[in-house]
C-alpha cells in the first residue's frame, strides 16, 4: 500500500484559501486515482474532489465546484487541494485516499489507502 501524510490545513477567514497537500511514499504512487473527502462532527465521510492516475479526468463534488480545485505531481508524489473561497460550511478534517481499483470516485470504500486528515477550520 502507498503512506499518504496531509498538510496545509488550518484557520482561515470566510472567504480565504488554503492549498491542502498530501505526499504519498511507497508503492508506484502514480498508478494509484487519488482523492480528497472530508468529515465534520457527526457528519459522514462525504467526497471532495478526485484525480485519475494521469491527471486527465478530475471529479469535483458540486457543493465545492467552482472554488476547490484538485491536481497532482507525479514528479513530486503529491496531490493537492486548491481551496478558495472557504465558506462556513467547509470546516471539516480534511482527509487524503489513494486507490488502485477505480479511474476516479466519490465513494470512500474504493479508496484503500488513507491519511491521518488535516484540519480546516473557518472563523466568520
Known amino acids: 500500500q502507498v503512506q499518504l501524510v496531509e498538510s496545509g490545513g488550518g484557520l482561515v477567514q470566510a472567504g480565504g484559501s488554503l492549498r491542502l497537500s498530501c505526499a504519498a511514499s511507497?508503492?508506484?504512487?502514480?498508478?494509484?486515482?487519488m482523492g480528497w473527502f472530508r468529515q465534520a462532527p457527526g457528519r459522514e465521510r462525504e467526497f471532495v474532489a478526485s484525480?485519475?492516475?494521469?491527471?486527465?479526468?478530475?471529479d469535483v463534488a458540486d457543493s465545492v465546484k467552482g472554488r476547490f480545485t484538485i491536481s497532482r505531481s507525479i514528479a513530486k508524489n503529491t496531490v493537492y487541494l486548491q481551496m478558495n473561497s472557504l465558506k462556513p460550511g467547509d470546516p471539516a478534517v480534511y482527509y487524503c485516499?489513494?486507490?488502485?481499483?477505480?479511474?476516479?470516485?466519490?465513494?470512500?470504500?474504493?479508496?484503500?489507502?488513507w491519511g491521518q486528515g488535516t484540519q480546516v477550520t473557518v472563523s466568520s
Open positions: 485516499a489513494a486507490s488502485t481499483v477505480v479511474t476516479t470516485s466519490r465513494v470512500p470504500a474504493d479508496f484503500g489507502s
Open positions: 511507497g508503492r508506484t504512487f502514480s498508478r494509484y486515482a
Open positions: 484525480i485519475s492516475w494521469s491527471g486527465g479526468i478530475t
